[in-house]
T-cell receptor
Framework: GAVVSQHPSWVICKSGTSVKIECRSL??????MFWYRQFPKQSLMLMAT?????????EQGVEKDKFLINHASLTLSTLTVTSAHPEDSSFYIC????????????FGPGTRLTVL | QKEVEQNSGPLSVPEGAIASLNCTYS??????FFWYRQYSGKSPELIMF????GDKEDGRFTAQLNKASQYVSLLIRDSQPSDSATYLC????????FGTGTRLQVFP
C-alpha cells in the first residue's frame, strides 16, 4: 500500500525559532501534497495544497509567510513554521495524492509541535 | 461555508453490537466520501470510501451514501473494543473537508 512518512514525529522548540517538517511519499509519486493542522479535540483543517514544482495554495486565514511550503520533488514536501509561537503548537499532518486526481489521499503519521 | 457535521458522541455500544455513525454535509457538489478512524494522538487511517449512492461493504464495515439527503453513514458490525476510536467523516468536492468526528466506545 501507499506509505507516507513524516519527520520529525515530534518537536519541541523555543518561541521565535523556525521548525521544518518533512513529508515523503515512500512508494509512489505524489503530484499533490496537502498540509493539515489539528488542535486538541478538533478536526483536521486544511492549511495548504502544494503541487510539485509550483507555489502552494493556502486556505483562507493561513499566513503563507509564516507557513512556508516547498514541494520540490514528486516525493518530498516540506512545511516550515517560521518564528513559531505557543499558539502554533498543534498536530501537523501531511497527506499525499498520486498522479491521478481521483487517487485517495494517504496520510502521514503526523508531527506534534510544541512551542515553549 | 462548506460543512461536514457529525455528532461528537461518545457513542457507547457493547462488544458484538452494531455501531452506527452518521454524517451530513452541505456541499451538493461533493463527489467522494470517506470514513477515517483516528486513535488518540495518531493520524487518521482510511477505513472506507464511497462514491455512489447505496451501500458498500468491506468486512465488518458498511458505508451508506444518500446524495439526495446529503447523508453518509458507517455501520460497524460485531464491534470490538479495538474499534474504540474517533471516526472522522470526510467529504471531497474541490477539497477534502473533515467533520469533527464521533467518539466510539465499545465496552466488553
Amino acid at each position: 500500500g501507499a506509505v507516507v512518512s513524516q519527520h520529525p514525529s515530534w518537536v519541541i522548540c523555543k518561541s521565535g525559532t523556525s521548525v521544518k517538517i518533512e513529508c515523503r511519499s515512500l512508494d509512489f509519486q505524489a503530484t499533490t501534497m496537502f498540509w493539515y493542522r489539528q488542535f486538541p479535540k478538533q478536526s483536521l483543517m486544511l492549511m495548504a495544497t502544494s503541487n510539485e514544482g509550483s507555489k502552494a495554495t493556502y486556505e483562507q486565514g493561513v499566513e503563507k509567510d509564516k507557513f512556508l511550503i516547498n514541494h520540490a520533488s514528486l516525493t518530498l514536501s516540506t512545511l516550515t513554521v517560521t518564528s513559531a509561537h505557543p499558539e502554533d503548537s498543534s498536530f501537523y499532518i501531511c497527506s499525499a495524492r498520486g498522479i491521478a486526481a481521483t487517487d485517495t489521499q494517504y496520510f502521514g503519521p503526523g508531527t506534534r509541535l510544541t512551542v515553549l | 461555508q462548506k460543512e461536514v457535521e457529525q455528532n461528537s458522541g461518545p457513542l457507547s455500544v457493547p462488544e458484538g453490537a452494531i455501531a452506527s455513525l452518521n454524517c451530513t454535509y452541505s456541499d451538493r457538489g461533493s463527489q467522494s466520501f470517506f470514513w477515517y478512524r483516528q486513535y488518540s494522538g495518531k493520524s487518521p487511517e482510511l477505513i472506507m470510501f464511497i462514491y455512489s449512492n447505496g451501500d458498500k461493504e468491506d468486512g465488518r464495515f458498511t458505508a451508506q451514501l444518500n446524495k439526495a439527503s446529503q447523508y453518509v453513514s458507517l455501520l460497524i458490525r460485531d464491534s470490538q473494543p479495538s474499534d474504540s476510536a474517533t471516526y472522522l467523516c470526510a467529504v471531497e468536492g474541490d477539497k477534502l473537508i473533515f467533520g469533527t468526528g464521533t467518539r466510539l466506545q465499545v465496552f466488553p
